[in-house]
């Protein structure tokens, strides 16, 4: 399947030090991959996207590099694949403001957000007074230029600035926190996010030389510190980086970069919602069991029987799209065959209109059954009442289906398991596990048709 084509490795380059870093499958193969002349090709001379021809293509062969970003923008409902370059350049033009305002509003409550700089430290108590310790005040007063992030997670020292005075500039920023009094509840919660951003930003895909460049790492903390702002109900949650750094990394303008993450969230945050007694993704893991239960019995027995029924081993592949589990390369490549598979023409309409009724009103609309990717055509054709269910589900009941055999016989306990798919990490091939989550999702809804 691999043997032909140009591999996609060098377009993001891995720092040379890191030498056990998976290589990808993914290879760029002419005829297969959407490039850049057949993604040209599929607009209209107004702009109309021939979004159909485009998933075939996507689906078969991935999305060229260079162009990723603008494709996925299409994906992942930022833009109507029907819409004009007009008004698609007039809805980027108005987002990019909006953005900025939201920015403008953190960086006037924590001025190191837009900065250029980041903290890996708390700047307050959970009552909501100021912290002044000195890793705090050197770690918000990093010289862009001068700093960058230690091999331990930790931010390095300004070199050329003496600790005091980092330690008095920071305080300043500190008693601004408090100087009119008590702050807000809804404050108080997001700047106890900033740090823990930090720490998680510090440690994303760390084998990328992009990430050497300390303005990227700003750019990715400042990304989740608005998002966490504006989503008051989840925040910010470990994991959301892994999401969002590719956004970075394919999509030039921060605005842009951070709406393409706003639409992603849309789709995923529901697994980070969490109650005192339970974590949204819980309710996929539940959804798995019940999958593997009908299309593998015997192994969902075997796993109940070792205490894994909750199926609690898979929580990482459903709570970051599998991004430990492939290659950097390889899960884009698998995410945007996942997109391109549940793709609804209505994504756009539906992310756009507040009101509910106009949501719905739009899902009335006539729209050819090939506008819809593969894996939402067949949730259409089974016309089951219930709320279809999300590919990555299928994808980890593939992967495990995929590694049965292994974990009857080699799984005496849950230590086993984890070992087993952990040693898949870097082996997965991504369009073998999409076409058997297909196979699998299929034979799922003819089970379920059967029932009475």
Known sequence: MWSSGEPADSYYEVRPECTDVPKSKFKIRAGKTLSVRKWQSAFSPEGLLDIGKTLNRIQHGGIHPSIRGEVWEFLLGCYDAKSTYEEREEIREQRRIQYARLKEVCCEIFPVVGSGRFITAPVVTEDGQPIQEPLVALETNQDKASASPSEDGNSAEVAGSSDADNIVATSEIVKELTSHGPLDKKIIQWLLTLHQIGLDVVRTDRTLVFYEKKENLSKLWDILAVYAWIDTDVGYCQGMSDLCSPMIMLLEDEADAFW?????????????????????????????????????????????????????????????????????????????????????????????????????????????????????????????????????VFLVASVLKDKSAKLLTEARGLDDVVKILNDMTGNLDAKKACTGAMKLHKKYLKKQAKKP
């Open 260 to 392: 393409c993450f706003e639409r992603l969230m849309r789709r995923l945050r529901g697994n980070f919602r969490c109650t005192d007694s339970s974590v949204g993704v819980e309710t996929q893991l539940t959804t798995l069991a019940s999958v593997t239960q009908v299309i593998d019995p015997k192994l969902h027995q075997h796993l109940d029987a070792l205490g894994g029924g909750d199926y609690l081993f898979a929580f990482r592949m459903l709570m970051v799209l599998f991004r430990r589990e492939f290659s950097f390369c390889d899960s884009l490549y698998l995410w945007e065959m996942m997109w391109a598979l549940e793709y609804d023409p209505d994504l756009f309409m539906m992310y756009e209109e507040a009101d509910y009724d106009k949501a719905e009103g739009s899902k009335g609309r006539s729209k050819s059954i090939r506008q819809y990717g593969k894996y939402e055509r067949e949730n259409m054709r089974s016309g089951g009442a219930e709320a279809p269910l999300p590919i990555s």
